[in-house]
């Protein structure tokens, strides 16, 4: 990455209302058939558009194909049974009715890696793309075969590995495993999570993130963040596994959060996805507001290994609040990059 300073995002981006209703999270499709496929593409198309407008560096599909970030991987594999739902407590916060695990589970054949080649003929800006990671899986769904959410979690990191290296094939640059599971089940992290994860990027030659935040700005997630006190220390218990670990970058919520800065003491020496913009309401931050917090950043994290990001995906914001965010996300980039090479 030659860019000093490349923006991003964390993953999803709103969807065009004639593709699903907008401003929600896990909204059906209002196209059917061949007409769905072609509205998701012409959706990813615009998505990518947006972002480039914006001045993004690193650019993603906005997860226009996606209706859920885990359910949608989850539907292509078999062992799981969509008819048969139970009401499972996701991250020990809200309740949802999810799949069943059934069977042992397979990936029967590639889930996004057509979407993702589509993606890599738009453009020739380094592209990201997310997938969620095993722990994050085994929490969005309810286990009848296994019993055991550490077994169920290796056999998914198997399948995200096989997903990975066709994902790598169609020329994605950096891989991302969205494992906001990591900031609720510490012990479990540290004792099989993080090695999962690396089971999961197992043989690739891209780049490897893991994206781990306080969730969308739902009303169940911001209740939470309620009880988590003045200062957010989750990241504290995990950071220093994962800076062992083989992953290259860690993508965190840092704007508008209660997290101390100094806990990216604790992963000196990767790349960070700084997330500069907070995701949980509609006020746009300024140009000033977005370097604050870079440069808040930088007292721990290399500038050639920092990566100014939003906090979280934005699908559940309007188009409009969703696309000020990213011009001030890159505006903000833009001061702190000028300050770098004065
Ligand atoms: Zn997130």
Not at 18 to 29: D, F, G, I, V
Not at 100 to 129: E, G, H, S
Request: proline share 5%; glycine share 6%; aromatic share 8%.
């Amino acid at each position: 990455m030659k860019t000093l300073l490349p923006t991003s995002t964390a993953g999803s981006l709103p969807k065009p209302a004639w593709l699903a209703q907008p401003e929600a999270l896990w909204s059906p499709w209002k196209l059917q058939g061949e007409e769905l496929v072609d509205g998701k593409h012409d959706a990813l198309r615009v998505s990518l558009q947006e972002q480039q407008q914006a001045g993004i560096d690193i650019v993603s599909d906005g997860e226009q194909t996606r209706q859920h970030f885990v359910t949608t991987f989850i539907e292509h594999l078999s062992g799981v049974d969509f008819e048969n739902r139970k009401t499972v407590k996701i991250r020990n916060r809200y309740e949802a009715s999810v799949p069943t695990v059934v069977a042992a589970v397979a990936r029967p054949k590639p889930v996004f890696v057509d979407d993702a080649r589509f993606l890599r003929k738009q453009t020739k800006q380094p592209i990201k793309w997310a997938l969620p990671g095993p722990m994050t899986m085994i929490d969005t769904l309810y286990d009848d075969h296994y019993k055991s959410r550490e077994k169920l979690a290796w056999e998914f990191a198997k399948l995200l590995n096989q997903e990975a290296k066709d994902l790598e094939a169609a020329g994605v640059d950096i891989i991302q495993f969205d494992e906001p599971a990591f900031n609720v089940f510490f012990d479990e992290v540290n004792e099989w999570g993080v090695a999962c994860l690396e089971r999961a990027i197992e043989g690739l030659k891209c780049e490897t993130a893991v994206h781990i935040c306080y969730g969308y700005g739902i009303k169940a997630n911001t209740d939470w963040k309620k009880t988590l006190g003045s200062e957010w220390r989750q990241y504290e218990t995990v950071f220093p596994k994962l800076q062992k670990s083989n992953i290259d970058i860690i993508s965190l919520e840092c704007h508008g959060s209660r997290v101390p800065v100094e806990l990216l003491e604790l992963i000196r020496g990767k790349k960070v996805m700084v997330g500069a913009i907070d995701v949980a309401t509609n006020t746009i931050e300024t140009p000033e507001e977005v370097a604050s917090t870079l440069r808040e950043a930088l007292k721990f994290v290399d500038a050639d290994k920092l990566y100014p990001c939003t906090n979280c995906g934005m699908a559940p914001l309007s188009r409009v609040v969703a696309r000020k965010k990213l011009s001030a996300l890159n505006a903000g980039a833009q001061i702190v990059r000028k300050e770098l090479l004065a």
